[in-house]
């Protein structure tokens, strides 16, 4: 761990954080974003759109930096949804490209801090050019036992449950599976995320207080929250500040 007497610096050492508020032997295993906000912060700076995307890219470098750091086992990052498809086109190409620029430009870094880099979703629909980039990036990392990145790129999470339940009929079909045996644990087995633990904690960033599609059976017993702020104002302070309310809850799973 690179925390020293548990002050954080940001990648541009720009940003000093006091982490003496947080505990580390209770951070949690798994934390998911919804990262939330780039244009509507671009639009109130009088920016182009793509600005607030290019901003928000410098935000997951120092978030996925500083989740590695503090021990968080899983970082899962929803870059694009299977709905973004919808936006114009030329948005499109932009987060395609600050994808592959994303990965060119980190995948030194996360391989030297021990990351592991996946993707959930449907990835072959992108661009040829980002899948070769991903696939390179998940290879060169495979080995890796450090944190794990999650990227949720082309993902909605009814299209996952969808795939679960046609994957296990199929094995129920080749009667290989019996019906009785189908449980919450074979479900799970059969989503993108099989073989991590569920997210502990989801942020939200932009005042937004919806799920969107993410993760929706993963989350069934998550805490959340949901932060008045747009993604690319979400400093390490503040992801801090996210983490310190996560630990101040007492989850009780349906007991008492």
């Not at 990227?151 to 339940?165: K, P």
Request: aromatic fraction near 8%.
């Amino acid at each position: 761990m690179s925390i020293i007497k548990k002050i954080f610096f940001n990648r541009k050492n720009t940003e000093q954080v006091d982490l003496t508020d947080l505990d580390f032997d209770a951070v949690p295993k798994h934390v998911a974003c919804i990262m939330d906000g780039n244009g509507r912060w671009a639009k109130e700076k009088g920016l182009i759109r793509s600005a607030g995307h290019r901003e928000g890219v410098e935000r997951v470098k120092d978030i996925v930096r500083m989740s590695s750091d503090i021990g968080i086992k899983v970082l899962t990052l929803y870059a694009f949804s299977t709905e973004n498809w919808k936006r114009p086109k030329a948005e499109v190409g932009v987060l395609m490209n600050l994808l592959i620029e994303y990965l060119r430009a980190e995948i030194k870094e996360l391989h030297k801090n021990n990351v592991k880099l996946l993707t959930i979703g449907d990835i072959s629909r992108l661009p040829e050019k980002a899948i070769d980039e991903i696939m390179a990036s998940k290879k060169k990392t495979e080995n890796n036992t450090g944190m794990q990145l999650n990227i949720a790129l082309n993902y909605g999470s009814r299209v996952e449950i969808v795939n679960a339940v046609k994957n296990i009929a199929s094995k129920v079909k080749m009667g290989s599976v019996e019906i009785a045996d189908i449980d919450e644990v074979m479900i799970s087995n059969h989503l993108d995320t099989s073989t991590q633990p569920d997210p502990d904690l989801v942020i939200r960033t932009s005042g937004e207080n919806r799920v969107s599609n993410f993760l929706l059976y993963q989350i069934a017993y998550s805490e959340f929250v949901f932060l008045d702020l747009y993604w690319p104002d979400l400093t390490c302070e503040e992801y801090k500040k996210a983490l310190v309310i996560y630990q101040n809850r007492q989850r009780r799973y349906g007991g008492i």
